[in-house]
């Protein structure tokens, strides 16, 4: 049976280090940093996971604003609103939440927020300095499978990886921190021919793909440490994109859900709010 990685206490001390040094940062500066998140809109799955972003702010000295604005914003209208959070000061991180309505693109509106409050780090230029290797940010829910891989003390290098899904939110960013660590890594996606084989030459599998159960336990190479990123409600309940019960008996680590990544996404946006903080100072 897996070691099974416990994210909501990794989480737990992770935060309480970036609680001290939010304390740090309010002292020397007078102010606590400050989130500001853009909701456009009222999908139920947003507002449960800007509520979580909120809890976790308040918990950790961090100030945060929360901006509603209605479904039926123009994009110019939008734009604006996200200019004017720009150049607020009192802002150090700004994000507009996602998904948007469908009449909205989401890409220039994600590009026209100041790379240096990009605290989700989707903004290209944040990127691209991910790309070479020297991030300003990096995004929250690779930056927290790092955290775990990392609690695990096992050395990555010349380890074969395969990260299933190439989002520009996790799996590209993905694979590029794991090529950061010497892993040799494939990345795959729906169009990926026989993916039980890819997975099963794998010491590390990452999943993040959107499909409940998708990964089993007879894909896996034994003794592989799996993560598990997907977030699918499914007869009433979250599940991942790893068939836990039969993954549990093969994998030599693996991270439930709910309870792996998903802490650790929300502890790794404080600590980037604390970097915004830092850069805005
Ligand atoms: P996207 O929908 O943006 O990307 C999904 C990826 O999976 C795509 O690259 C797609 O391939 C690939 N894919 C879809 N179906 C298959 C399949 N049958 N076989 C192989 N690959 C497939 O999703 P995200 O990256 O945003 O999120 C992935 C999952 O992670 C979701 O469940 C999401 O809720 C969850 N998530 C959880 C977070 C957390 O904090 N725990 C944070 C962010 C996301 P293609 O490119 O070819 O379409």
Redesign the pocket.
């Known amino acids: 049976m897996a070691f099974v990685v416990d994210g909501k206490g990794l989480a737990g001390t992770l935060k309480k280090q970036v609680k001290i040094e939010v304390a740090e940062f309010t002292a020397a500066c007078g102010r606590p940093p400050q989130l500001t998140v853009v909701l456009v809109g009222d999908d139920a799955a947003s507002q449960s996971y800007i509520r979580a972003k909120e809890r976790a702010c308040q918990r950790a000295g961090i100030a945060s604003a929360l901006i509603r604005l209605p479904p039926t914003i123009t994009s110019q209208e939008l734009l604006a609103m996200v200019d004017s959070l720009n150049r607020d000061e009192s802002v150090d991180g700004l994000l507009v939440q996602l998904p948007l309505p469908e009449h909205l693109d989401a890409e220039p509106i994600v590009a026209a927020i100041s790379p240096l409050k990009d605290v989700d780090c989707f903004h290209p230029e944040n990127l691209g300095l991910l790309l070479r290797g020297c991030p300003r940010f990096v995004p929250c829910?690779p930056h927290g499978i790092m955290q775990i891989l990392d609690s695990l003390g096992t050395d990555l290098t010349g380890l074969d990886a395969v990260v299933?899904?190439?989002?520009l939110?996790?799996?590209r960013p993905m694979a590029m921190l794991l090529i950061e660590r010497n892993m040799t890594v494939t990345v795959?996606?729906?169009?990926?021919v026989d993916?039980p084989a890819k997975v099963r030459a794998a010491d590390l599998v990452v999943a993040?793909?959107?499909?409940p159960g998708?990964v089993k336990g007879d894909w896996l190479k034994p003794g592989a440490i799996v993560i598990d990123?997907?977030?699918?409600y499914k007869g009433g309940g979250l599940v991942g994109?790893v068939d836990f019960p039969s993954a549990v008996k093969v994998a030599g680590t693996i991270t439930p859900v709910p309870g792996g990544?998903?802490p650790l996404?929300v502890t790794q946006l404080l600590r980037n709010v604390l970097t915004a903080a830092r850069l805005l100072r």
């Open positions: 829910t299933v899904g190439r989002s939110i996790v799996g795959c996606h729906s169009l990926t993916l993040a793909v959107g499909v998708l990123v997907g977030t699918n994109d990544v998903g996404t």
